[in-house]
C-alpha cells in the first residue's frame, strides 16, 4: 500500500485526528522469556516459577514507576540471594529481552506522520532501559510527545498519565486515538475521553486507522 501525502482533514470536537501509541508489544517486542529461556536452558517450569516468583511483573513495575535498576537488584537480591545472578541478568542482559519490532507497525507510524497525523506515546518503560532502546531504534525518536512513566513516576493504567499527556502538548483529550496491548490500558484510556484500539496486530490497526480516515 502506497502511503498518501496528503494530510487528514479537520475533525470535529471527539473524533480521533491523534494517535497516541503505547511502545512495549505494540511498536517493539519485549518479553523476559527471550533471555531465561537461554538462561534456564529449555527449563520452561523452572523458568516461569522464577519470572512469578522472583523477577515478578509487580517488581518490574516500580522500574516502570521510577525506581533506579540498582536498587531494585539491591532489593531483590537481599530477598532472593540464591537467585543473585539470575537477578542481575535481568538488569544487565535487559536489551536481549527486545528481540526487535514488531511486524509492521512502525511502517503505520511512519505512514501516519508522512500524512502529516500527530503522533505521541505514552509508554511504562523504566528511564534508563529507555534510553538505551531510543538509541536501538530510531523510529521512537520520532514523536511530537511523549510521556515516559519512569521519568514522570507515573504509570498506566492511572488516568493521570494520560491526562498529563493531554495537559503538557495542550491536546483535545476527546481527538486522541491511543493504541495499547493491555486492557485495562485502553478502558483507563476511554475512561478520560480518548478513544482507544486494543492492539492485536498491525492489521487490525491498519484497518481501524483507515476506517478513521488517517491512513
Request: net charge negative; with cysteine; charged share 25%.
Amino acid at each position: 500500500m502506497t502511503a498518501s501525502t496528503e494530510a487528514p482533514a479537520a475533525t470535529a470536537a471527539g473524533t480521533p485526528s491523534i494517535v497516541v501509541f503505547d511502545i512495549g508489544q505494540v511498536l517493539i517486542e519485549w518479553d523476559p522469556r527471550h533471555l531465561y529461556r537461554e538462561l534456564f536452558d529449555g527449563y520452561e517450569d523452572l523458568m516461569e516459577d522464577f519470572l512469578e516468583r522472583v523477577c515478578t511483573p509487580a517488581w518490574n513495575l516500580e522500574q516502570d514507576r521510577g525506581r533506579p535498576w540498582s536498587d531494585a537488584v539491591a532489593l531483590l537480591t537481599a530477598e532472593h540471594p540464591d537467585c543473585a545472578e539470575l537477578i542481575r541478568a535481568y538488569d544487565e542482559m535487559w536489551e536481549r529481552m527486545v528481540p526487535g519490532a514488531i511486524p509492521g507497525t512502525p511502517e503505520i507510524l511512519a505512514e501516519l506522520k508522512a500524512r502529516g497525523v500527530p503522533v505521541y506515546a505514552i509508554t511504562n518503560f523504566s528511564a534508563e532501559k529507555f534510553e538505551l532502546t531510543r538509541r536501538r531504534f530510531d523510529f521512537l525518536n520520532g514523536f511530537d510527545g511523549l510521556i515516559v512513566s519512569g521519568e514522570e513516576r507515573l504509570v498506566k493504567p492511572d488516568p493521570a498519565i494520560y491526562r498529563l499527556l493531554a495537559d503538557r502538548y495542550g491536546l483535545d483529550i476527546r481527538q486522541c486515538f491511543f493504541i495499547d496491548d493491555n486492557p485495562d490500558n485502553v478502558e483507563a484510556a476511554r475512561s478520560t475521553g480518548m478513544s482507544a484500539h486494543l492492539f492485536l496486530g498491525a492489521e487490525a490497526l491498519r484497518r481501524d486507522l483507515t476506517d478513521l480516515g488517517l491512513l
